[in-house]
């Protein structure tokens, strides 16, 4: 098995953490800011609209 020898197996791990890194990089710098830009413009288009569930209507009974 090549993961117990000492060289492979830096080798592996070097590999594995800089790959770790470039994807958490890449995901909170292009991908996620997409996302959560995404969800706001949602957010303001369903407020917007009427009849929706803006939080300044209230359900008044009677």
Known sequence: MPQSLPFYFVNQASFTFLFVF????VMS??????FVELFVVRMYIT???PGGHASTQTNQKG
Do not use: S
């Open 47 to 49: 407020r917007l609209l």
């Open 29 to 34: 710098r292009f991908i996620l800011p997409a």
């Open 22 to 25: 470039v994807t958490i990089y």
